[in-house]
């Protein structure tokens, strides 16, 4: 951002040099420009990332990085799992502004694969699950306005860590 700017302002004293534009023609259309290269950036920064809690290798975005119950929300990205899967527990925190929720789910490798996860299973120690998710029904959220937060850990059966990040999302 203050690299756009420095440039703006180099512009605008190129432009009191030069002698093909009025002097606010050349403010206008540099400040034109600017403004086109922010809205470019702020559409390309429309996503939220999932923070890493855990020792596990992992980038996961989120898009809208706003959610809204009436949407669809899409996750992609990638884990690399510490420790050899194939079944385990997910254990999920739920804090939404008072209430605070922890619910546990078993899972399997191939219920990964049926979600469309591209993984062979059973999942080895140091192994990247990669994927791209869509969720078509939110209405769970309907009653969700504002700030949520998620942590998400993912143990095998042996309870070793292989995931742990943490969500924090707008909702409306």
């Given at each position: 951002m203050y690299r756009?700017?420095?440039?703006?302002?180099l512009a605008i004293y190129l432009a009191t040099l030069s002698d093909?534009?009025?002097l606010g023609d050349?403010?206008?259309e540099a400040f034109a420009e600017f403004v086109h290269d922010t809205d470019s950036f702020l559409r390309l920064d429309d996503h939220g990332t999932v923070v890493n809690c855990g020792s596990s290798n992992m980038n996961l975005t989120w898009t809208p990085k706003t959610i809204s119950s009436k949407g669809i929300l899409n996750i992609d990205g990638y884990v690399q799992f510490p420790?050899?899967?194939?079944?385990?527990?997910?254990?999920?925190?739920v804090s939404y502004k008072i209430f605070h929720r922890t619910m546990k789910f078993q899972v399997s490798c191939s219920m990964m694969q049926a979600y469309g996860l591209q993984v062979q299973c059973p999942v080895?120690?140091?192994?990247?699950?990669k994927g791209q998710i869509t969720i078509?029904?939110?209405?769970?959220l309907s009653n969700v306005h504002g700030s949520i937060e998620v942590k998400?850990?993912?143990?095998n059966s042996s309870w070793t860590q292989l995931f742990c990040g943490i969500v924090n999302a707008d909702v409306n």
């Amino acid at each position: 951002m203050y690299r756009k700017l420095s440039f703006l302002c180099l512009a605008i004293y190129l432009a009191t040099l030069s002698d093909a534009m009025t002097l606010g023609d050349q403010i206008k259309e540099a400040f034109a420009e600017f403004v086109h290269d922010t809205d470019s950036f702020l559409r390309l920064d429309d996503h939220g990332t999932v923070v890493n809690c855990g020792s596990s290798n992992m980038n996961l975005t989120w898009t809208p990085k706003t959610i809204s119950s009436k949407g669809i929300l899409n996750i992609d990205g990638y884990v690399q799992f510490p420790a050899e899967f194939q079944t385990g527990t997910i254990v999920m925190e739920v804090s939404y502004k008072i209430f605070h929720r922890t619910m546990k789910f078993q899972v399997s490798c191939s219920m990964m694969q049926a979600y469309g996860l591209q993984v062979q299973c059973p999942v080895k120690q140091d192994q990247m699950v990669k994927g791209q998710i869509t969720i078509n029904d939110l209405s769970a959220l309907s009653n969700v306005h504002g700030s949520i937060e998620v942590k998400i850990r993912l143990y095998n059966s042996s309870w070793t860590q292989l995931f742990c990040g943490i969500v924090n999302a707008d909702v409306n």
